[in-house]
Structures are given as C-alpha cells and as structure tokens.
C-alpha cells in the first residue's frame, strides 16, 4: 500500500511540475499565412540580458536550402526572461532564387558582439553550391551588419561543391576567447572550426569527427573541448574529446542519449549541485521518431547522462538552449509537427526534482 501512495506522490509531483512549464508560441503561419513554415530555430541570451529567438522563414514550400528559392532568416528579442516578446523582425533577405538557412549564434562576452551564421545558395546561378555566410549586433540585434563571406576560411580545396553546411543552433566562446562552431560535410566528417580574433578571421580545425552529423561543441571545465553529434538511423548520439584544441579526438557512443537523428541542444550548466557543474542536453528523446523532447544532465563532464526528463511528450524536432539571467533555462523548439516553434522557460529547481 506504502509503495503505491509513494508512486501516487511522484506521478503528482511530476504532473505539478509539468504543468509549470508555459509553452509561448513564437513562430508559426498563423502569425504571417503566406509563409509555408518556420523551422531551425536558435536562441542565446546576450550579455545584457536580451534573448534572441531566430529562425528559417521558409516560403513557397518547408523544402530546405537546395530545394527552396525563398527562405530568409527573422527574429524576435525579449528584454524581460522571455515574458514578453518584440514583433517577428526580418533581417536576411535576399532576391527570390537566392536562400538563407540554418542560423546560428556566438555571443563574444568580450566586445558584446552577437555573431549570427548561416548558409547561403543561389539556386539559380549555382544550384547546389553552399555558403557561408556571417553578419553580427553590437547592439543586442537592434542592428545587424551587412554580409560576410567567410566560406574559403573553414572550407579545405575540393570542397566546393560538397554537401555540407555549419550546423545551425549555436557556437561557443572558450574562456580564452576563442570562438568555436561546427562545420558538417556529410561525406568528410564533422569539423571543428573558429576565430581566435573575434571574429576577424576564420580558421578549421583539419580533423575529421566520425560519425557525425549536425553536432554541438563546449567547453569542458579542465579546457578539453567536447562534441556532441547526431547520427542518422543509429537510436544515440555520439561524442568526440579532445585535449589539445582540436589536434587529437577520442570519440565514443553515448548509447544513453537515445535520438532518432534530429539536431540537439548542448551547454554547460552552473547548477552548483553537489558542488559540481553540468553539461546540458536538449534532444528529441526517443531511438526511432522526433518525439518527446526532454533535458538530460551530465555531472562528469559528458561521459554519462543522468535520467532524461520530458519537457514536451509530443512531436518535437530541433531544440537550441540558453540560460537565462536568473540562471534558469530558456528552451526554443520546434513542436506539433514543425506548426509551432515555441519557446519555454525551465526553473533550475525542475531540472534538479
């Protein structure tokens, strides 16, 4: 009797606390009917404090870049935690033909410059072709500037026509200032790449992570550097250490981490617990279909992961993560089938019950 009260007090418990959680709708065809969907989304919180949520505006058809000649990239910001939210704000776009996918986000805590990435095609003059494209805030995205090219810098000869692509979601900045991202070229391997001169110039790590799709890199608290990745058709996920900046990788399965092949989010975490900081992880958690969106904790730097908790139990595909100033945990995903893209704020004392 004992123990069915005791499983009646966790599964309240553990309803209270999920209802908590207040899904806000930022994107979806409702809000502008002559979009087809809005996918990819991305999110940091700037060193002032103001989040911002972007996102592929896709028109004409969902199609990604090789196969839609309209998507631009917009953006909303918050200034009060995600309470409350500005209006959709459109800050790529380019002629019809011409596309702009998968952003991506580094804010540099030394010059307060947010670096927003994405890659760029002209479907009409070199179909197939990817690009690399970079433009930056210094004004907490009030203002962004024009362009940049960066495709040469982080791409090796013989490249140029590849599948590949920086996956979307967001980058990192060491405690040395450096700023790390990650580069996928589906047939040579994942790719560390980055600026040691905030972001004046770019360079690429020359070693190729395997297996690895789009994948997310920190930090860890000794200086190693640790890349999670997806993998398609496999149920887990996969990570690669190095310890000596990108020279040298050990890779291993992360057969905990099940995922049905679906871009994830992955950060490091002050939660002081036990006098220890976290990695953590937001995944569509489920081995076979992009359902079940949940937040796993590593408390050893990456080698294993606790207990998954499920954020959102129904369909849910790519997720970028960011902490907040009150040190709880904004999520951005995409939900119900791609016909939302939503944002939640997540309490630390959730993550820890």
């Known amino acids: 009797m004992r123990n069915i009260f005791n499983l009646f007090v966790l599964i309240f418990s553990f309803s209270v606390y999920s209802q908590e959680l207040v899904f806000k709708n930022l994107f979806d065809t409702t809000m502008n009917p002559s979009v087809a969907c809005y996918r990819i989304p991305a999110i940091v919180t700037t060193n002032n404090g103001v989040l911002i949520a972007a996102i592929d505006e896709r028109n004409i058809s969902c199609g990604d870049l090789r196969s839609n000649r309209d998507i631009n990239i917009v953006i909303r910001k918050s200034y009060d935690n995600g309470e409350s939210w500005s209006e959709i704000e459109k800050i790529i776009d380019y002629p019809l033909g011409e596309s702009a996918s998968d ?3 580094i804010v540099d805590k030394v010059t307060d410059e947010i670096f927003m990435f994405y890659n760029y095609m002209d479907l009409d003059k070199a179909k197939d072709v990817y690009k690399f494209m970079l433009i930056k805030s210094s004004d907490d995205g009030k203002s962004w500037t024009s362009p940049k090219e960066i495709t040469n810098e982080i791409i090796k000869d013989g ?15 060491t405690k040395d200032g450096t700023l790390l991202h990650c580069l996928v070229n589906l047939n040579k391997g994942t790719h560390v790449f980055g600026s040691i ?6 360079f690429l790590v020359d070693f190729p992570l395997i297996p690895g799709d789009e994948s997310k890199i920190v930090e860890l608290s000794n200086g190693d550097w640790l890349v999670n990745s997806r ?8 990570s690669h250490i190095s310890n000596d900046k990108g020279l040298s990788w050990s890779s291993f399965k992360n057969n905990e981490l099940l995922d049905p092949g679906c871009n994830a989010g992955l950060i490091n975490y002050p939660l ?6 976290a990695l953590l992880f937001s995944n569509a958690f489920s081995s076979k279909d992009r ?34 100033n009150n040190g709880d945990i904004g999520l951005f995903f995409e939900k119900d089938n791609y016909s939302k893209n939503v944002f939640v704020k997540i309490p630390k004392k959730w993550i820890l019950k």
Do not use: C
């Not at 001169?197 to 770019?202: A, F, K, V």
């Not at 002081?272 to 900081?277: E, I, M």
């Not at 359902?291 to 595909?317: C, H, I, M, R």
């Open 291 to 324: 359902v079940n969106l949940s937040l796993s904790v590593s408390f050893d730097q990456g080698k294993n992961w606790g207990k998954s908790k499920t954020v959102y139990k129904g369909e849910s595909a790519y997720s970028s993560i960011t902490i907040l």
């Open 197 to 202: 001169d905030h972001g004046e110039s770019w």
């Open 103 to 105: 952003p991506s986000l």
């Open 231 to 238: 993998l398609n058709s496999k149920g887990y996920r996969y």
């Open 272 to 277: 002081n617990y036990k006098n220890k900081n």
């Open 159 to 173: 490249w140029e026509k590849d599948f590949m692509f920086i996956t979307s979601g967001r980058g990192i900045q």
